[in-house]
């Protein structure tokens, strides 16, 4: 039997018809919709105002990107670089909270398309505290992408600020979910859980790593070797990815380009354990939500909730 070894990822998602029929599938129930950075494609990503409007638009639930800056603060922001987006430059972590509010978040958005907002409505970098604060009872999950955080230190501050539950609020440790593409992170939120009980824990995905070898096995080889014992998990990877495949010979090695899909034996695989829950990323098209809807996702991230209202209403 041929190992199956994902050795690279490449850097675009790959948005594929797949052949196989989802007719039989488990009754189509609606999936979540979850605002990717709050809705890149409708405002400023990672900002209060461009979060507002996702809820407006029938967002269930938001995805935010999460980074520490220079005073341990968790701060929402994805590039490694301010210029990426804002007027300022250089690294997250090399500016406090206060001073993040400060820039302007919107800088590169407004740019981008032409607009010339009132100089009065400064947007700038949130806190994940003040966003939590501001909505009060929106599920969010908070992808880690900061790229010289110390691992313990992020998973510390992550678990002061879910804990500091306000009067007035929901449970933060309840209507959040930690994700990360690096296993670090996941880790040491892991260490700090060790000493909480399970009122107390942070609730995390899956390993990316682990999610996407599952997959690979099973659309290459037919191998479902997920554990059936009905823990609760969650699962986030693209409804299609193109990968590079390495595949390991007696006199050598072989490599190719693939593209893993989710199917009907993929996500009967996954749930096994009746627990699992199965997030797609990358939906942005009436085809991939249908197809999404189908496999019975229990969430699909778009850019754009505001062009997903009417394509949810469509497929009702």
């Known amino acids: 039997m041929r190992?199956?070894?994902?050795?690279?990822?490449?850097?675009?998602?790959?948005?594929?018809?797949?052949?196989?029929s989802a007719s039989s599938m488990?009754?189509?129930?609606?999936?979540?919709?979850?605002?990717?950075?709050?809705?890149?494609?409708?405002?400023?990503?990672?900002?209060?105002?461009?979060?507002?409007?996702?809820?407006?638009?029938?967002?269930?639930?938001?995805?935010?990107?999460?980074?520490?800056s220079k005073d341990n603060k968790l701060?929402?922001?994805?590039?490694?670089?301010?210029?990426?987006?804002?007027?300022?430059?250089?690294?997250?972590?090399?500016?406090t909270a206060q001073q993040l509010a400060q820039t302007d978040a919107s800088f590169n958005y407004n740019k981008k398309h032409n607009l010339h907002p009132d100089p009065k409505t400064h947007i700038g970098i949130p806190t994940l505290d003040d966003v939590l604060k501001k909505f009060p009872t929106t599920q969010f999950y908070l992808d880690i992408k900061s790229p010289d955080a110390n691992p313990i230190i992020l998973a510390k501050a992550l678990q002061k600020t879910l804990e500091a539950t306000g009067k007035n609020e929901e449970n933060r440790l309840v209507r959040t979910r930690v994700y990360s593409t690096d296993d670090t992170y996941l880790k040491a939120l892991d260490n700090v859980n060790e000493t909480s009980d399970t009122a107390h824990k942070?609730?995390?995905?899956?390993?990316?790593?682990?999610?996407?070898?599952?997959?690979?096995?099973?659309?290459?080889?037919?191998?479902?070797?997920?554990?059936?014992?009905?823990?609760?998990?969650?699962?986030?990877?693209?409804?299609?990815?193109?990968?590079?495949?390495?595949?390991?010979?007696?006199?050598?090695?072989?490599?190719?380009?693939?593209?893993?899909?989710?199917?009907?034996?993929?996500?009967?695989?996954?749930?096994?354990?009746?627990?699992a829950h199965i997030i797609f990323f990358g939906i942005n098209?009436?085809?991939?939500?249908?197809?999404?809807?189908?496999?019975?996702?229990?969430?699909?991230?778009v850019d754009s909730p505001a062009q997903f209202k009417k394509i949810v209403h469509d497929n009702k």
Not at 3 to 20: D, E, G, P, R
Not at 241 to 262: D, F, H, M, P, Q
Not at 285 to 301: H, I, R, S
């Open 75 to 95: 701060v929402l922001y994805r590039p490694s670089d301010l210029k990426e987006l804002t007027d300022k430059s250089g690294k997250v972590s090399d500016y």
């Open 202 to 275: 942070i609730q995390r995905f899956e390993s990316r790593d682990f999610t996407r070898t599952q997959l690979a096995n099973i659309t290459m080889d037919h191998k479902c070797e997920l554990p059936a014992d009905n823990k609760e998990r969650w699962y986030g990877l693209e409804l299609h990815r193109k990968v590079e495949v390495v595949e390991k010979y007696t006199l050598g090695e072989g490599r190719s380009n693939a593209v893993l899909s989710w199917d009907k034996e993929a996500v009967d695989c996954f749930r096994k354990n009746t627990n």
């Open 26 to 68: 488990i009754p189509q129930q609606a999936p979540q919709i979850i605002a990717h950075r709050g809705g890149t494609a409708d405002g400023p990503e990672n900002t209060i105002p461009t979060i507002q409007k996702a809820l407006s638009n029938g967002a269930n639930a938001i995805w935010v990107t999460i980074q520490l």
């Open 285 to 301: 098209t009436p085809e991939d939500y249908q197809k999404a809807k189908e496999l019975g996702a229990n969430g699909v991230m």
């Open 3 to 20: 190992n199956y070894i994902m050795a690279t990822l490449l850097l675009s998602a790959s948005f594929v018809t797949h052949a196989n």
